[in-house]
């Protein structure tokens, strides 16, 4: 069974930053794609960074500039690291990951979700 726990959500005010983490666990044979969504009240899901196993990088043109991605395949751990903060991008947060279990299978998890909330 496979695991992703995210942390690092909390309450900041404008122009601040966080950083969200997200631990995978459990039995697989690879992460492949890792990456963060986030959901607002009334809103769909939607993506905000994405990175392959190769390390490649795509953004939410919205937060281009400002949220990096990174993973550390040792740890199994995904990073989003969020820059000059606005209110808008205030949402619940997920982490999303592809894994290859040792059926062969590619499977999509997701996390619980941290809220991220940006004060004005």
């Known amino acids: 069974q496979v695991h992703l726990v995210e942390s690092g959500g909390g309450l900041v005010q404008a122009g601040g930053s966080l950083r969200l983490s997200c631990d995978v666990s459990?039995?697989?044979?690879?992460?492949?794609?890792m990456g963060w969504y986030r959901q607002a009240p009334g809103n769909e899901r939607e993506l905000v960074a994405v990175?392959?196993?190769?390390?490649?990088?795509n953004y939410a043109d919205s937060v281009k500039g400002r949220f990096t991605i990174s993973r550390d395949n040792a740890k199994n751990t995904v990073y989003l690291q969020m820059n000059s903060l606005k209110p808008e991008v205030t949402a619940v947060y997920y982490c999303?990951?592809?894994?290859?279990?040792?059926?062969?299978?590619?499977?999509?998890?997701w996390g619980q979700g941290t809220q991220v909330t940006v004060s004005s």
């Open positions: 990175t392959t196993s190769g390390g490649s990088t």
């Open positions: 459990g039995g697989f044979r690879s992460i492949n794609h």
């Open positions: 999303n990951a592809e894994i290859s279990d040792y059926g062969g299978w590619q499977v999509e998890h």
